[in-house]
């Protein structure tokens, strides 16, 4: 019986590879890449976390922009700013937009933000930017959305741009190469726990 279940995974395994393989051939294009991590799911600024330190380990540099955060310190601020040759970070928010509770003010941080960015985004050394909540940023729409991706279609060729944040408009998510939607299906806090350092923040 062991030897029919192990045949027929080696066969299945057999034309699944031939599937793959055929869509890895199909795909001989190198283009800097657009991604928009988005949802309202935990993981989307750590995924992107874990693309800036993918990117340093190939000898990237390595741009990092956050909207809206800055209030406080991050673990992936304090971890990063170690190698301040290979990245540069800049946390550029006030915090929470419920509780900075002015408009005016976040949509001044958000243009300076913005205006930071742009240096990355027109800088071919930089092979990798962060753009951490500016999904939150279009979303409230403290810049203008057809600007922003005029300015990411502009970017050198080969640079790679992950975007994250909830409620990312469609505008961005059709302008995108990848995009990937996070769904929660549990969350502790939910269930009384609060946010942990080293987990949240």
Known sequence: MTEGINERHRSRMQRKKEVV????????????????NTGNGKGKSSSAFGMAIRALGHGMKVGVVQF???????????????????????????????????????????ERAWARAKLFLTD????????????IALKY?????????DD???????????V????????????????????PVKHAFAAGIAAQHGVEW
């Open 21 to 36: 393989d055929q869509k890895i051939d199909a795909a001989k294009r190198e283009a800097g890449v657009l991604l928009v």
């Open 68 to 110: 809206i955060k800055g209030a406080k310190s991050t673990g992936e601020e304090l971890f990063l700013q170690r190698f301040p040759d290979e990245i540069s970070f800049h946390a550029m928010g006030e915090g929470y937009t419920w509780e900075t509770q002015n408009r005016e003010r976040d949509v001044a941080c958000a």
């Open 124 to 135: 071919p050394a930089v092979g990798f930017v962060v753009l951490d909540e500016l999904n």
């Open 141 to 149: 729409r403290y810049l203008d959305v057809n600007k922003v991706i």
């Open 152 to 162: 990411l279609r502009a970017r050198p060729p080969m640079q790679h741009v992950v």
């Open 164 to 183: 994250t944040g909830r409620g990312a408009p469609p505008e961005l998510i059709a302008a995108a190469d990848t995009v990937t939607e996070m769904q």
